[in-house]
């Protein structure tokens, strides 16, 4: 069963749930750094979490615990735009090991991979929200009660519709 997306909510196996979108809103024609969701249909990734905030979590998707020195490039000059790097690093990239609490729990949403190309947008995730949901740079939020959920019934078929 795909996870479905629909402007501020998330629908998935009988669950309605609050979300917070890219601030430009959902597109069809995703560009880096221009605050929208892309819309179509992805697979899910990796499950990134952060240890010494999280609990041994119950999940079927891969599992990495974020470090300190753990970002996603988003610098489409490098070879490594939209993958997982290391810091120190000469291009730019988001820190994955963050003071708030929004990368606590994350999937990476496989889009603009196989090829990946560059400027059509990089580190789109599903996150933690925060408090006031305010929008994303272009992820989908949800509370973390909301993510604790629905993360057992997820699993590496599962994907996700944005439209």
């Not at 009988?14 to 969701?37: Q, V």
Request: net charge positive.
């Amino acid at each position: 069963m795909d996870i479905k997306v629909k402007k501020h909510r998330l629908i998935y196996k009988g669950y309605k749930i609050r979300c917070s979108i890219g601030k430009s809103g959902i597109t069809k024609s995703k560009k880096e750094g221009d605050l929208a969701t892309p819309k179509g249909k992805f697979g899910l990734g990796k499950l990134y979490f952060r240890k010494d905030r999280i609990k041994i979590i119950k999940c079927n998707l891969k599992k990495k615990a974020i470090r300190r020195n753990m970002g996603w490039c988003d610098d489409s000059r490098s070879k490594r735009y939209n993958k997982e790097i290391i810091f120190p690093n000469k291009w730019n990239a988001e820190k994955l090991y963050r003071k708030d609490a929004i990368y606590d729990l994350l999937i990476n949403i496989k889009y603009n991979v196989q090829p990946t190309i560059k400027k059509k947008g990089s580190a789109i995730f599903l996150h933690l929200a925060n408090k006031k949901f305010k929008p994303t740079m272009g992820c989908i939020a949800i509370s973390k009660n909301n993510f604790l959920k629905i993360l057992p019934l997820i699993n590496k078929s599962t994907k996700i519709i944005i439209n």
